[in-house]
């Protein structure tokens, strides 16, 4: 009898990609194939039109074909691995083909792990032979650390070559889940991190009279920011994860605060009331909000050949919302157009150089899934 539940669960957890076919709620069809399986994966980037990397929690990194075949990347940094946390991101150079360099972040300590950080690696990645990594230097550790085990946020973005940002690094740092520290100027926390390359600080960040600390930040009052891109405007975009709903979708400036914990679209998980963003002008809305959530993970801008009715469009993952949500823009707005859902929480989303869409699956058994158009 357990043995036919098991079966059932698992039939119903696949059933929307059984025929490979998902139908997104405004009736667009794709077509999904299950590239590979993974335990816990959290990012994943494309270093070429046929390469990937992915990213365990547990501290591997993969470097994997398009067509499924996989190696281990040697000598990764020791990761703290708990929690929410663990090896995060994995980003390639702009200039990856000239310089080999990739960014990847992670969760470290120094304390036995008492407190934890979040920290930014630079690494040569060498696939001459056997992948591994070399001359791996520190770009940012997040600061203070703290006892917690969430809200580290961690995801990054590089401005690309020929832009007003090229040769910069942006970084979300989350508030670590004690709320206040995303106002303060002496804490990295709830902020996002706009740095050279290098981990050198720019010198025309917006917060110069805020103390050392601060003339690293580009924004404040964050909470909890899980995707970070540019679209093909050049304006950058985040979202993040509200408390008890009242995720939002920001277009990130610079030198603005959103408002965290003074203002938000959702409340308290105990039922105490935040004001929303219409209360304190001052603060930057959320151009796109949710209630309920979604739990907004991942964020890629479409531009491509496969679906050409959605270049423009923005492309998140929902972790509560276990479904690819697709963004359209009206007037430069953003509005939810479409999602396409299959029972399976959506950690991180990619774009593929052929314009096919890439999701990869959380948790145990996470899938890496490329959609194309289903013909009709």
């Known amino acids: 009898m357990r043995l036919l539940i098991y079966v059932a669960l698992m039939g119903l957890a696949t059933h929307a990609l059984a025929n490979n076919i998902i139908e997104g709620n405004q009736g667009s069809k794709i077509k999904g194939s299950v590239v590979e399986r993974f335990q816990n994966p959290w990012a994943m980037s494309f270093i070429s039109p046929d390469r990937l990397l992915v990213t365990t929690k547990s501290g591997d990194l993969w470097l994997v074909n398009t067509n499924g ?41 120094d304390t036995a792990g008492d407190t934890r950080y979040a920290t930014v690696v630079r690494a040569e990645l060498n696939i001459k032979h056997s992948p591994k990594l070399e001359n791996i230097t520190t770009v940012w550790n997040q600061t203070p650390a703290r006892s917690g085990k969430g809200h580290f946020s961690h995801k990054i973005t590089l401005g690309q070559q020929g832009s007003k940002h090229e040769g910069k690094i942006f970084i979300t740092s989350g508030d670590r889940q004690e709320q206040t520290p995303a106002q303060h100027w002496d804490k990295a926390l709830g902020k996002i991190i706009r740095l050279n390359d290098d981990g050198s600080v720019p010198g025309d960040n917006p917060f110069q009279d805020k103390g050392e600390l601060a003339k690293t930040f580009w924004s404040i009052g964050h909470r909890n920011s899980l995707g970070i891109a540019f679209n093909h405007k050049n304006e950058l975009w985040a979202h993040e994860m509200g408390p008890k709903h009242g995720d939002e979708l920001n277009l990130i400036l610079p030198g603005a605060n959103y408002g965290w914990p003074i203002v938000s679209e959702g409340n308290h998980y105990s039922g105490a009331v935040i004001p929303t963003h219409d209360t304190r002008p001052e603060f930057q809305k959320p151009k796109l909000f949710w209630v309920p959530t979604v739990a907004p993970s991942g964020l890629f801008f479409y531009q491509g050949d496969e679906f050409p009715d959605w270049n423009g469009d923005a492309f998140l993952g929902g972790l509560k919302g276990r479904a690819l949500v697709r963004i359209e823009f009206k007037n430069d707005l953003p509005v939810e157009a479409e999602r396409f859902s299959w029972s399976q929480r959506v950690r991180d989303v990619e774009l593929g150089s052929d314009g096919a869409i890439w999701a990869l699956e959380d948790g145990r058994s996470g899938r890496l899934i490329k959609f194309i158009k289903a013909q009709e």
């Open 69 to 109: 075949e996989k190696s281990l990347v040697a000598s990764v940094p020791k990761v703290l691995y708990g929690g929410q946390g663990g090896l995060g991101d994995v980003v390639p150079h702009p200039n990856f083909k000239q310089n080999k360099f990739i960014y990847i972040s992670y969760i470290s300590s």
